[in-house]
């Protein structure tokens, strides 16, 4: 929550891209002050006209005139808040786009320091925070500073004892909310801290039921509860009171200049100083002064808000990238990968040790291993999503730094454990976002055993999937992710338990049949079910970040070591299912 | 007034419900609630009254210091006015303080009488409700909606009162004042009302589409950050970062929609204002030349019809959350009138339990198609240990479930000395039995009062001792406020292996009979793994224990081994009769304490 000193940079650098924008609204925050300081000099015209008896025809004239300013007034009203509301929607547009576009770029230690949740919030009520401040608090004050010198200016041609009664009455509300405002928002914090605190009560109740019910615990809980509740009502109505003060206060402020024109201007009619017609002006005058008061004194207590949003919403893009691009970047070709003496970890606990690893083109490479062994990080560093620690990656020799990452990422296809589907069509979620012939598609579909479900969809191909559409099966969402890994025919296919949810049999015999379409290409296959893993030429044996074993299928059964180990355990299981 | 346009946005539903009752029903219902509070919410009501009906004076008295003072050179008349002036605005100001603070009084124990009820309600459910409703909706039903309830009885009825009134007080005094006038300002009234609820009707929609594109750049950020991988390895950013703009476009584009049609409205109503002034100065004028009527009356007018416009749009905001309250009334209600779980029949004090626990024939299934349970039978003799084991999903938990009466089974019965569980009274019965669930759930508050489980009752000595029986009472004097430490987030200021033993010292405190404790199945470094061991054969001292177990020391430690398979008991025995068997059991141990773990 540490608001960073400058961090309205976010504000600063739209404004500086767009200087016509703000002459625009400048512009049109002086003529809207223009018009309707205007309208109380006409209603003057009108009054004094009625007492010094003009002809109708004069008076009507000055309504007319009257009704052709209201109504400039109520258009530039309307148009002048649009354009800043329009600005405030681009401005979170623009904003959201920018740091989402950057947290594409990010990995896993932007998603470790920043829980989804959080992003989302972010992303959401931290910028509806600092758009409004970003457009609308910025000339909404310059807007409410424009009332007060102008109108203070011409009440000064009016009537100076009037006005010098006045405005230090009304400028006083203004410095009032400076000072008051920081505690409004204190109050308004220690009431939202009473919220959550009743909230969380109430979600450890919910989600401990079991452990509530179990220890006979309900009557004591919702005791608790009363008191949370019992505070909750005393902050709540503290905050209700302080804001029933201010309110008090800004009334009293607007009545007290009511007053003073009443009894000062009056006496001045009556003294005949000042004509009925500017009394009746001074008036709505007084009145035009109430809401810039608010809006001036209020910049302060909005600015401060914002600025921790701001900072809250730059910290999500000042999170530096996972890699970074070379500077000058080689076009990569495909051939011998070759992870060398790679250790990884995180925070401090690694991962992987000391592990070397070959993967040839038209090999077979298959990596086993226990949960926790360390074979999503294999991948992590072989996509280049994370570089290692100690060691080295390479293609053909060359350290994988040096290559253009996308093109160098565009080598592999990837069927990763989790589908990773999206709310979007299967279409989309196979081809995602790549440029690609329907047959290619097709292709894909047929090869993945995907096709007959999708023609059982009523719109096929372009059937939606997720929240709003259909769900698929575990074996089904595999399926497609396998899709999506071979659609481009990819030098280097890689298969991190994609099929799990299928049955043993039709897994094999899937990855069998999509390995040896590889041909002179690479696979990578990883699997839980040893059966799969002997469609492999030669296999990694990973154990707590370790290479524990290598060597063909059956070197490794021979060896009886940990390979043999695992193979047993999956009869065990197999056993265990039949019994 | 921009910053209006953003719609709180709702927790999302399980869907937009429909209303069963009448408006009159649901107001019947939650009326008991606001009740008690009956007699400050009538004060706040005549503080409303007096607010309104002085703030009308103001325009009145400045016809008069216009008309009667000032036209005519009253110096003293004016003075006068003034007075009267700055004694009705005291009153204002005094009379709408007093509401406010009232009603924020009365809305907030309303309120909190139903949430409190709601949450005493919840709690009495049967585990089938929970399992059913996600944590978050019960927050929110609990939370949000009796929020909108206290809208209803402390804003709404409020803002319809004091607008009804309003206009009707303005229309008195103008009708008085100058009828002509009057019925040049009452031609112009009906055309914004109309106005006012088209604009509702077409915005209604609006706010709607505008919620779901949030919740759709919600899910597109969540997937995104999910499927991180995915769109880096297939270099997708690009593709994702034109998904994210076409939502915002697209909400953009509803944004400005809702903001236009609410400017239109906003100038039509400024329009409609300058129209009545104008139409008033224009008559007016012209009839005050010929002394038909005063320039205060054409004051008191053009004040009076700026004013006209803001309560007649109140009333018309007012029906949508009116709308939105009684959605929340009948999802409350819902809630309410969900059966609570049984007692079984009045207490009778803590039970007494002599010599066993059976279960018989017990058949169960959670949604009445797929048995988790078939025909378990099961005797526990007091003072046994035992150690129930088996793949997940085989039927365990659900064993301990039933033992906890969470559940009643379909088929069979659970004895305990021979009684059966239904005829027992629920709080009797968990009064003997202790219950350690497999994720340790500690909730906000200190130490002690989750070691105590908020029971007062308890000695804080008494908790003391049993955290240094399972040696958990360094740890937690390791904090300088010891055993009054807050938990932070569910305790994350100790290490999982502490919270572990927290969990027993919390069962060790109410010295239960029987203890049934669902084992974690994460592991923890060997020496806090001792630590854990140590603390549970403490725990397990004189007492008959069911242990969901996954850890061997902890099977060595019991009685008897009961495998639980695919929802029936497939084999009973100590550890080593077993093994020798070579059934399920010797299959399951090798898988987990042989093969695999290097």
Known sequence: MKAQRGSLGLVYSFWRQRPWWIAGLVVGTLAATAISLAFPLVLRLIIDGIRQGVTPAVLVRHVLILAGFGLLRSVSEGVLPWNRGRINELFQWKVRNETFRHILGSGHSFAMRFPTGDVMERLDHDLTELMWFACSGIFRFFAAACTVVFAAAIMLRMNVLLTAVLIPALGFGALAWVRLGPSVVRRFVSWREKISEANNQLEAAFSGIRLVKSYSMESRMAERFRQTLADRIRESVETSRIQARLQVFYMGIAELGILLVLWVGGTLVVKQRLTLGQFVAFNAYALMFIGPMFDLGNLSVQGKRAQAAAGRISELSAHPPEVTPPARPIQPEPGVLRLERVTFGYGGRPVLKDVTMEFAAGRRVGIAGTVGAGKSTVFRLLFRLADPQAGKLTLNGLDVRSFDLAAYRRLFGYAPQEPMLFSDTIRNNIAVGREVEPARLQRAVVAAQLDREVAGFDKGLDELLGERGTRLSGGQKGRVAIARAILEGPPVLVFDDATAALDAETERELVATLVAQQGERTAIVVSHRLAVLSVCDYIYCLDQGEVKEEGSPRELLERRGLYWRLYQRQLLEQELETL | ?598
């Not at chain 2, 077409?202 to 919600?218: E, G």
């Open chain 2, 1 to 598: 007034m921009e910053a209006v346009f953003h719609p709180d946005y709702e927790v999302p539903e399980e869907a937009e419900v429909k209303l069963t009752g009448r408006a009159s029903d649901y107001v019947r219902r939650l009326w008991p609630f606001f009740r008690p509070h009956l007699k400050l919410i009538a004060a706040a009501g005549a503080m409303l009254v007096v607010s309104t009906v002085l703030g009308l004076a103001g325009p009145v008295l400045m016809k008069r210091a216009i008309d009667m003072n000032i036209a005519r050179g009253d110096l003293r008349g004016l003075g006068f006015t003034t007075l009267v002036w700055i004694l009705a605005q005291l009153g204002v100001v005094g009379a709408t303080y007093l509401q406010n603070v009232w009603l924020a009084i009365a809305g907030e124990r309303g309120a909190a009488g139903l949430k409190q009820r709601l949450f005493e309600h919840a709690l009495s459910l049967p585990m089938r409700f929970f399992d059913t409703n996600p944590v978050g909706r019960l927050v929110s039903r609990v939370e949000s909606d009796t929020e909108a309830l206290k809208m209803l009885f402390a804003g709404t009825s409020v803002v319809l009162l004091q607008s009804a009134l309003a206009i009707i007080g303005m229309s008195v005094v103008m009708v008085i004042a100058s009828w002509r006038l009057y019925l040049l300002v009452l031609v112009l009234l009906p055309p914004f009302v109309l106005a006012f609820r088209a604009f509702q009707r077409r915005v209604r929609p609006l706010y709607h589409d505008i919620r779901r594109n949030v919740a759709d750049l919600n899910s597109l950020v969540s997937e995104s950050l999910k499927g991180l991988p995915v769109i880096q390895v297939f270099g997708q950013e690009g593709w994702f970062a034109r998904r994210m703009d076409n939502l915002n476009r697209v909400k953009f584009g509803n944004e400005m929609r809702v903001m236009t049609l609410w400017y239109a409205v906003w100038v039509l109503v400024d329009f409609g204002e300058v129209i009545g002034i104008a139409l008033v100065l224009g008559f007016g004028s012209v009839w005050a030349v010929k002394g038909m009527l005063t320039i205060g009356t054409l004051f008191l007018f053009v004040a009076y019809v700026t004013r006209l416009f803001a309560p007649l749009r109140q009333i018309s905001d007012q029906i949508n959350v009116m709308q939105r309250a009684f959605a929340s009334a009948e999802r409350v209600f819902r809630m309410m009138d969900e059966e609570p779980e049984p007692d079984g029949g009045p207490s009778a004090g803590r039970l007494r339990f002599q010599r066993e626990i059976a279960l018989a024939g017990l058949g169960f299934s959670y949604d009445g198609e797929s048995r988790v349970l078939n025909n378990v039978n099961l005797v526990i003799r007091r003072g046994e240990k035992v150690a129930l084991v088996g793949e997940t999903g085989g039927g365990k938990t659900t064993i301990v479930s039933l033992l906890l009466r969470f559940y009643t089974a379909q088929t069979g019965t659970v004895l305990v000395d021979g009684r059966p569980l239904a005829g027992l009274n629920k709080h009797d019965l968990r009064s003997v039995i202790g219950f350690v669930p497999q994720d340790v759930m500690l909730f906000p508050g200190t130490v002690l009062d989750n070691l105590r489980m908020l029971d007062e009752s308890v000695p804080a000595e008494r908790v003391m001792a049993a955290a240094r029986r399972v040696r958990v009472h360094d740890a937690i004097m390791r904090f300088p406020e010891g055993y009054a430490t807050n938990l932070i987030e569910r305790g994350a200021n100790f290490s999982l292996g502490e919270r572990q033993l927290l969990a027993f010292a919390r069962a060790l405190v109410f010295d239960p009979d029987i203890l049934i404790l669902d084992e974690a199945t994460s592991s923890i470094d060997p020496q806090t793994e001792q630590l854990i061991q140590q603390g549970l054969e403490e725990l397990l001292k004189g007492r008959t224990a069911i242990i969901v177990a996954h850890r061997l020391a902890t099977i060595r430690m019991v009685d008897r081994v009961v495998v639980v398979h695919k929802g029936r008991i497939a084999e009973e025995g100590t550890h080593e009769e077993l093994l020798a068997r070579a059934g399920i059991y010797s299959r399951l141990y090798r898988l987990q304490y042989v093969a695999g773990n290097g």
